[in-house]
């Protein structure tokens, strides 16, 4: 059926107007004044803002860690994204070495299937580089659509790789057409601090922080921007916390080199003192790279307005506290990391950036989709309101107040990350393809009804046109 979307505000990346979109077959059809509603289910937006689905490049859903699984899967982590104004979301495929590529590739599309209520696409980690894992990735690129590779460089033992195999990933993704991400922290120094604090007795969750310092964060950001740079490739660092890991972005960007930064919302709000709630309370906050000193914070939103960084994440990773997050009592290296923070990845980036003016709203829309869309092969199909493209697009209350709470979201989880954090907006409906998956704030999606997205080589935005402006 026709929808006709009315008297709302169109928000993307570079323009904001009032105007009417007609929505056909799944796309944008039209755009303009007083389109004719004739056979359309019309739809009003007024008093809303209307901006493409958000697209969160980092989540771990129904994923392996420290001898548990994360409790959101693909049904209950994509409804709750779905219900925070989320239309598509990119996972993470673990490997295993010695392991052919395609049986995690397989074994995440199993994951995904009959579940996902919003469209999805993986990246894959890479653990080892030999000519048998280079030959493979070119299916992966080719006929997989997975144009994103994934190197550890923290987790010793666990999922780390060396720096030679960052700098032949790096070279192979040049050739390739695809974007390298990378956990950016000296896991050898974190191991060597981790065992020492133990050895001293210093086992609270707070000392999941203290053995992360944020020197180690922008140490590795570093070597890999360096490594980068020497191979004329392309580097996405997730989860950036700290000054020092901006600093390090900043000047590979200034020598030119093709490097990008991601924050979280975790980053923006919240500060190294949560983990020292008493009662444990702490470990609902354990999350690597950890929570830092508060100040940090203030430079994080400085990155984003001048465009050191680039885009938000979610690094949705969630753990239930009792049960899961209690596995660490007594060790803090056995809380499991993570956090769940899907669900308020755009309400808190519009709440603390739009309305205290730090963002502009066509920067919003720019973090939390448009850029995404470009530098992850998903452009202009996803990411903008346009004629021609998917009609993922969120109705969007600017002036509602809320309370997050682990009450109201829709997590499977039993904390928030967020617990009574006061924020203004909320979806009101989001549409995927066209259809409503949340229609004035209820679930009517169907598991399922997600669709795979086969993505585009990385290069449709290079580093150089940082400051460039966006085009429909």
């Known amino acids: 059926m026709k929808k006709l979307i009315t008297n709302g505000t169109i928000v993307t990346a570079t323009d904001t107007f009032n105007a009417d ?18 056979g359309a289910e019309v739809v009003d937006a007024k008093g809303c803002l209307v901006f493409p689905g958000g697209i969160d490049p980092h989540t771990h859903l129904d994923m392996p860690f420290g001898g548990t699984i994360t409790k959101d899967d693909f049904e209950t982590g994509t409804i709750a994204a779905a219900f925070g104004g989320t239309t598509t979301i990119i996972d993470f495929c673990l490997t295993n070495k010695g392991v052919p590529l395609r049986n995690s590739i397989n074994t995440w599309h199993e994951k995904a299937k009959g579940k996902s209520v919003i469209d999805y696409g993986f990246h894959l980690m890479i653990g080892e580089c030999n000519d048998d894992v280079l030959q493979q990735l070119h299916t992966v690129v080719n006929e997989d659509g997975i144009t994103s590779f994934k190197v550890f460089m923290a987790y010793k033992n666990v999922l780390q790789a060396d720096d030679e195999t960052l700098f032949k990933t790096l070279i192979a993704a040049k050739d390739l057409g695809a974007l390298v ?12 601090l981790t065992k020492k604090a133990l050895k001293d007795g210093n086992t609270d969750p707070i000392y999941h922080a203290l053995t992360r310092p944020p020197e180690v964060e922008g140490e590795a950001t570093g070597r890999a921007a360096t490594l980068t740079g020497l191979a004329g490739s392309q580097l996405y660092v997730v989860h950036v ?43 609902k906050y354990v999350w690597s790279p950890p929570l830092r000193e508060k100040w940090n914070q203030d430079v ?16 949705q990773c969630s753990f239930d506290f009792k049960g899961q997050k209690e596995l660490g009592r007594g060790d803090f ?54 004629v021609g493209t998917d009609a993922d697009i969120v109705i969007f209350d600017p ?36 259809e409503f998956v949340v229609k004035n704030k209820k679930f009517v999606g169907s598991p399922g009804s997600g669709q795979y997205l086969k993505r585009a080589k990385y290069g449709m935005l290079s580093s150089s046109d940082q400051n460039e402006k966006l085009t429909i």
């Open 241 to 283: 916390s700290c000054a020092d890991a901006v600093e390090k972005i900043s000047e590979a960007r200034k020598k030119g080199f093709d490097v990008w930064g991601e924050t979280c919302p975790q980053y923006l709000v919240l500060d190294q003192s949560y983990l020292e709630k008493p009662n444990f309370e702490g470990a």
């Open 21 to 38: 979109v007609l929505i056909e077959n799944g796309k944008i059809s039209a755009i303009g004044h007083q389109l004719p509603s004739h």
């Open 181 to 192: 991400m990378v956990h950016g922290e000296n896991g050898d120094v974190i191991d060597y």
């Open 399 to 434: 002036n509602v107040e809320r309370t997050l709470s682990a009450e109201t979201h829709h997590m499977a989880v039993d904390y928030s990350a967020f617990e009574g954090m006061k924020v203004t907006g909320e979806p009101v409906s989001v549409l995927v393809r066209g």
């Open 333 to 386: 290296t056995k809380i499991p990391n993570g956090g769940p923070i899907i669900e308020d990845r755009v309400s808190i980036l519009f709440s603390e950036g739009v309305k205290k003016g730090r963002l502009t709203l066509n920067q919003f829309v720019d973090i939390t989709s448009t850029r995404i869309a470009k530098l992850f092969g998903l452009f202009p199909k996803k990411g903008t309101i346009a």
């Open 300 to 315: 994080l939103w400085n990155a984003l307005k001048t465009g050191q960084l680039q885009t938000l994440g979610s690094d």
